[in-house]
């Protein structure tokens, strides 16, 4: 490819061989900035999106059974209340429920306690 690109380059009367190969040099290194800032941007797209998600975690304490599944994968969420059953960090609870909203970066984490929730209590909603 590389011999290529400077074969055309030269035998379009463009350049001289010397030249064509710096053109292809900055050619490469050019495409391969491109690369780096198209993944960088879209990390710092995906990171901005993620501050900005507003969600919801419910938890139906008359399902919960204590295990502790949830406080134990994110501490910084979920509480052991009364009873040892779960409690949202913040949030509003009594006897039946248990709930908060967040605008952080740890939805993700979040999820992971709703998924690993033997008793499927937690439900977690964007707002």
């Known amino acids: ?14 350049y ?5 190969a710096r053109q292809y040099s900055r050619h490469r290194l050019f495409n391969i900035i491109s690369s780096i800032l198209l993944i960088e941007r879209k990390s710092a797209r995906n990171t901005l999106v993620n501050l ?3 969600y919801k975690i ?16 994110n501490p910084a969420h979920f509480e052991p209340g009364r009873e040892e059953k ?3 960090i913040g949030g509003k609870t009594d006897e039946n429920s248990s709930s908060g909203t967040f605008d952080d970066e740890e939805i993700e984490s979040a999820k ?8 499927s209590a937690i439900t977690i909603f964007e707002t």
């Open 86 to 88: 779960s409690s949202v």
């Open 52 to 54: 900005l998600v507003r």
């Open 1 to 14: 490819m590389t011999r290529e690109f400077i074969e055309v380059l030269y035998s379009n009367g463009l």
């Open 58 to 73: 419910q938890i139906d304490r008359t399902l919960c059974i204590a295990c502790g599944t949830c406080y134990s994968l």
């Open 16 to 20: 001289n061989k010397k030249e064509a």
């Open 112 to 119: 992971e306690a709703e998924n690993s929730c033997p008793a």
